[in-house]
């Protein structure tokens, strides 16, 4: 009943900055959580932001300070603003999003971050 479509994944230096978006097919208001997770290569899919209905948002300890998730009602996206990148942030960003307690998930975006 949900979809979510990711973008603005690309490659970037160390030190640079993405903007990720994540667009839902459905008002965010009747989302009961939302949040962005990654994959690296050799680990598993982890948690990186994320927010639940009533309560602030939630981030990893890795990514405190640099990492910053915001929703935009008006177009029923959520965005993740990721400066000071790092090598090690590199991994696809999955978009989640959770509703009457069915989980789902968009495609993905592949986020390199590389001299």
């Known amino acids: 009943q949900v979809q979510l479509v990711e973008s603005g994944g690309g490659l970037v230096q160390p030190g640079g900055s993405l903007r990720l978006s994540c667009a839902a097919s459905?008002?965010?208001?009747?989302?009961?959580?939302m949040g962005w997770y990654r994959q690296a290569p050799g680990k598993q899919r982890e948690l990186v932001a994320g927010f639940t209905s009533g309560r602030g948002p939630n981030y990893a300890d890795s990514v405190k300070g640099r990492f910053t998730i915001s929703r935009d009602n008006a177009k029923n996206t959520v965005i993740l603003q990721m400066n000071s990148l790092k090598p090690e942030d590199t991994a696809v960003y999955y978009c989640?999003?959770?509703?009457?307690?069915?989980?789902?998930w968009g495609q993905g975006t592949q986020v390199t971050v590389s001299s």
């Open positions: 989640n999003a959770v509703r009457s307690n069915v989980y789902y």
């Open positions: 459905v008002s965010i208001s009747s989302i009961y959580a």
